[in-house]
């Protein structure tokens, strides 16, 4: 026989359960790193995380590659020097869109001001 007691838990359960899942918060559960490697990647990097330790999951560097993701300690030599050059490359590419657009801006103002 149920009681009203369990039948009660496992409702609450089940709609807990169902919130996460509707707001990420459980998938992110299941794929975060739980182990890390101070291995260097030799294939090429397309883009990064940076993940809180959160039991079960550790704090990490997760690096995107073509074949999938890779975690790696966030205190290794290497991984610190890459996520440098992948922020260096980033700010470069948002620097370099700024300037095009405000050269952009610049233009048609200068022809606006010729045409008026």
């Not at 998938?27 to 490697?37: A, G, I, N, P, Q």
Request: glycine share 6%.
């Amino acid at each position: 026989m149920v009681s009203c007691g369990n039948l009660l838990k496992s409702v609450l359960v089940a709609v807990i359960l169902v919130t996460l899942a509707g707001s990420g918060s459980a998938r992110e559960l299941l794929s975060c790193c739980t182990e890390v490697s101070t291995k260097e990647i030799t294939e090429p990097i397309t883009g990064y995380e940076l993940q809180r330790g959160n039991p079960p999951c550790v704090r990490a560097v997760i690096f995107q590659t073509e074949k999938g993701s890779f975690c790696a300690y966030v205190g290794a030599p290497w991984v610190r020097a890459k996520v440098n050059e992948l922020r260096y490359v980033s700010c470069s590419r948002t620097l370099q869109a700024d300037l095009s657009t405000l050269h952009t801006l610049a233009s048609a103002r200068e022809r606006r001001r010729i045409f008026s």
